[in-house]
């Protein structure tokens, strides 16, 4: 069975641009997190979406804005970038929300560069 | 707010020689606890994790890893490293008491095995 899939993964965008990156869970799986990883540090929790709802939102800017599809899949949106932004971002799914048996699952990421 | 702190950025350590990866978190009446591992230029891969039961957590790879209450800590042990070991460890927990059900994660130890 196929893993969590990111796209793109890498791309590089202009200060002031916008970007959407995209999920797809794992079969079966309806909760979807988004993660922040710049370089040299451990991730940042965004967002989560479980059953197309938002369940949490993490310390970052109106900037950054996701929403979860019926398909369960999943995108994040950056607008008006800027170069701090430049990082990994992880995309997380699991069965149900993590905790107890919910393990949760990590893509391989989308590296975007801000110049 | 939850807090992990991994106590060392870089562990460097000679071939088939143990190893022991150091973490602590923020105390937390309910906690679940992770071990992760990011090879280069990839996403998070889970080792192991602890819900409730035996303190004493066995993974994938070989590594273990002990839950202490008493000291908050979640150390990962490995008997004999092998140069496939190095990557990036990342400890995390999720706060049960709260309503997210997301991965907090330390700064990350670097995994160096030299031969």
């Known amino acids: 069975d196929a893993g969590v899939t990111q796209s793109p993964t890498h791309l590089i965008k202009t200060r002031g641009q916008h970007v959407t990156l995209r999920c797809s869970p794992i079969?079966?799986?309806?909760?979807v997190s988004w993660y922040q990883q710049v370089l040299g540090q451990g991730p940042q929790f965004i967002f989560q979406y479980y059953e197309k709802e938002e369940r949490g939102r993490g310390n970052f800017p109106d900037r950054f804005s996701a929403r979860q599809f019926p398909n369960y899949s999943s995108e994040l949106n950056v607008n008006a970038l800027l170069l701090g932004d430049s990082a990994l971002y992880l995309c997380a799914s699991s069965l149900g929300l993590g905790g107890s048996g919910n393990t949760i699952y990590f893509g391989e990421g989308s590296w975007l560069t801000v110049v | 707010a939850q807090s992990v702190t991994q106590l060392d950025s870089q562990v460097p350590v000679f071939e088939e020689a143990p190893v022991e990866l150091r973490c602590n978190y923020s105390s937390s009446v309910s906690v679940y606890l992770f071990w992760y591992v990011q090879y280069p230029n990839q996403g998070l891969q889970l080792l192991l994790k602890?819900?409730?039961?035996?303190?004493l957590v066995k993974g994938i790879n070989g590594f273990e890893a002990e839950f202490n209450k008493s000291q908050t800590s979640f150390h990962l042990r490995k008997p004999s490293v092998h140069i496939s070991d190095t990557a990036e460890y990342f400890c995390?927990?999720?706060?049960?008491?709260?309503?997210?059900?997301?991965?907090?994660f330390g700064s990350g130890t670097r995994l160096q095995v030299q031969p």
């Open positions: 602890y819900l409730s039961g035996s303190t």
């Open positions: 079969s079966g799986h309806k909760s």
């Open positions: 995390a927990v999720i706060n049960m008491d709260t309503g997210r059900r997301a991965l907090t």
